[in-house]
């Protein structure tokens, strides 16, 4: 498979400024040169590595000119995918673009699958598997704070953690096999191997802490907005966006299905879910609204309750709140209209006593940085934020991964601790350095090395 040079459009389809055909492989410089002609000097055969030329894309069976190109070269292991590499940037257009990879196509490469090109860089050794489907992380990132953990995954720095407790974990049996093979020369295996098994615990659970956060990053949180009608939740929907997005009326019931935005909001993707009134209705069409939005409130994250300060709370908010609070759910309670009320409102919240309060106008929009802020607070669950600069695992794979080997490496250090066999130890030992392989690739499945490229676009 690796023998074949593979080519496809590396930019998006439709009209743009630029439009780039991508091509890798041990002939990727040859059929270029088959349909490239430089305007002077070199041809791309006879061209150093990373160098650009400027020149034309000729048929070669007719000699029509298809476009002037911008075409470079990347010799391998220098590249992308660490084989030779030819990129030619074309005028931004379906057409050209199209006839360009044609060319390509009838003279010598073949059509690349999703991902081949950033699978290549994996097998070739350029990227591990938990840095190959960074690319894929940072192409998705809705984030600065999701591009900075992408970026930092793409790099290798969760790849060195791997790597870091493999060694603890290689070190500890590699001293056992010698010890079962050399008894008398090596003797019992001592505390300092287990001492590095305990720092590789450590490190593991240190990586699993950022989990959630890493999950909230990759994934955005799910915000449920509720509360009983004409309370303004539409309204605060609206001020978080700053854009009309849902109707506004003093009509109660107006919001009859739920309403999904994404915004950035206390440094986070929050995917904000404007629900309908919670409350016995008879109308069939607000009924289903009803449900639904039940539904978003056993799928959120977070629930924003909205309650009217000017009307105070009222027996349906007690009935809403009754309902969000035995649902083990993470909640801020948000008195809107706080623009409408004069006296003091510490009386109106007592009901709600131990769950945290903002209180906003979003007709004003008074209010809505602190509750952004509280957003972030709850988000975290009271623990500091990561900086930019820390390694988040932002994939359930990851997580999954390392629980397992977390979990035979727990066994193994308790094992040894009670005076088990350390050729038993070791079962659980082999067990965790595999777990750990399945993040970086050294022993993954080859169905999984195929699910995670599937994800991919053709041309990446």
């Known amino acids: 498979m690796l023998a074949d040079t593979i080519a496809a459009v590396a930019t998006p389809p439709g009209e743009g400024g630029i439009g780039i055909v991508r091509m890798s492989g041990n002939r990727a410089i040859a059929v270029a040169d088959k349909i490239f002609q430089p305007r002077r000097g070199l041809k791309l055969s006879d061209s ?39 990129e030619i940037n074309c005028h931004g257009g379906s057409l050209a673009t199209a006839r360009v990879l044609q060319l390509v196509l009838r003279h010598g490469a073949r059509l690349a699958e999703p991902g081949e090109f950033t699978r290549r860089a994996f097998l070739n ?11 894929l992380d940072v192409i998705r990132a809705k984030s600065s704070r999701g591009l ?24 500890a049996l590699a001293a056992i096999e010698a010890s079962l093979d050399f008894p008398e020369e090596v003797g019992e295996v001592g505390t300092e191997e287990l001492k590095g098994l305990e720092e590789a615990r450590e490190e ?10 890493g999950r909230l990053v990759n994934e955005g949180l ?8 004409n309370v303004g939740k ?80 009222l027996p349906e908010d007690r009935l809403i709140f009754e309902e969000i609070a035995g649902r083990d759910k993470n909640v801020i309670i948000v008195g809107n209209k706080i623009d409408m009320v004069k ?19 979003a007709k004003e929009g008074i209010g809505l940085d602190e509750l952004a802020t509280k957003v972030r607070e709850i988000v975290l669950g009271g623990r500091v934020g990561t900086q930019n600069d820390d390694v988040l695992i932002i994939r359930a794979r990851h997580r999954d991964a390392l629980e397992k080997c977390l979990e035979h490496l727990e066994a193994a250090i308790t094992a040894w601790k009670g005076g088990v066999p350390t050729d038993l130890v070791a079962v659980d030992l082999w067990a965790a350095r595999d777990y750990l392989g399945e993040i970086t690739g050294t022993t993954a499945r080859e169905d999984l090395i195929d699910r995670i490229f599937s994800d991919f676009c053709i041309g990446k």
């Open 222 to 229: 799910k915000i449920a907005i509720v509360g009983r009608p």
């Open 148 to 171: 900075a953990a992408a970026v930092l995954q793409l790099q290798g720095k969760l790849s060195h953690k791997i790597g870091k407790i493999s060694e603890w974990i290689n070190g």
């Open 343 to 361: 006296e003091k409102i510490k009386d109106r919240f007592s009901f709600f006593e131990g769950y945290p309060q903002v209180n906003v106008s």
């Open 234 to 313: 539409s309204s605060l929907l609206n001020a978080l966006l700053n854009q009309e997005r849902a109707i506004v009326s003093h009509i109660p019931g107006t919001t009859r299905d739920t309403i999904e935005e994404t915004l950035l909001l206390g440094g986070y993707t929050c995917r904000l879910i404007d629900t309908a009134g919670l409350r016995e209705t008879a109308d069939a069409l607000e009924s289903i609204g009803v449900a639904r939005t039940r539904q978003a409130i056993n799928e959120a994250d977070l629930i924003l309750m909205v309650v009217d300060l000017s009307t105070g709370i």
């Open 48 to 86: 150093p590595s990373h160098t650009l030329r400027l020149g034309y894309i000729i048929d070669p069976d007719t000699g029509e000119t298809v476009d002037e190109v911008l075409a470079s070269i990347m010799r391998a292991p220098h590249s992308y995918t660490a084989e030779d590499v030819v």
């Open 125 to 135: 050794g350029r990227l591990d598997l938990a840095q190959a489907e960074a690319v």
């Open 204 to 213: 593991i659970k240190g990586l699993l802490v950022t989990w959630e956060e």
